[in-house]
């Protein structure tokens, strides 16, 4: 007896079915799902994403003392964060489903991203003076006399006004 042919999944972004080409920019978070109804006899064996660039999960402060978290990308919904731009970013779902002793792997669901960034990024940095002070070596002191003062800029993807840290 033959397998019946996977359905095609689709791919939503925030809980909505998206095509097209989506606009986002660094940092925003980003709340992918794939969707899918499997015939009766089968069930859901693996699914898989494909996602390029440089991406981070969530922050959690019991791991990594509140650092980001690798994102994992072989359950149906993942949320994560571009950390890098790019255009026509192409990002993939596809799931294997199983049943009657076999499996089949469904089509590819396509979604396509233009992740913008900020541009012209640099740092700045001042540099105090040295004192020696009751036999110690001082770097920098109070007022203008600084340690070391980094002043980073850097300029906001076109249509986006927010600040970065």
């Known amino acids: 007896m033959a397998l019946p042919a996977a359905p095609t999944p689709t ?3 925030g ?3 998206i095509s097209g080409t989506q606009s986002v920019v660094v940092g925003q978070q980003i709340a992918l799902s794939g969707s899918v109804s499997l015939p ?3 069930s859901m064996s693996s699914q898989q994403w494909s996602v390029p660039g440089t991406t981070v999960g969530g922050f959690n402060t019991a791991a990594l003392n509140g650092g980001p978290e690798a994102t994992n990308f072989t ?3 993942n949320t994560f964060y571009w950390v ?3 255009n026509s970013l192409s990002v993939t779902y596809q799931y294997t489903m199983s049943g009657g002793g076999g499996t ?3 089509p590819a669901a396509p979604a396509a991203f233009n992740v913008a960034g900020p541009t012209s990024p640099s740092t700045g940095v001042t540099l105090g003076t040295i004192n020696i002070s009751n036999n110690k070596l001082v770097f920098g002191g109070s007022g203008t006399n600084i340690g070391i003062l980094f002043t980073p800029s850097a300029s ?3 249509g986006y ?3 970065w840290v």
């Open 11 to 13: 791919v939503k972004l």
């Open 15 to 17: 809980g909505n079915s």
């Open 40 to 42: 009766l006899c089968m």
């Open 75 to 77: 359950q149906a919904t």
């Open 84 to 86: 890098t731009s790019g």
């Open 104 to 106: 089949v792997t469904s």
């Open 156 to 158: 906001a993807p076109s």
């Open 161 to 163: 006004s927010n600040t």
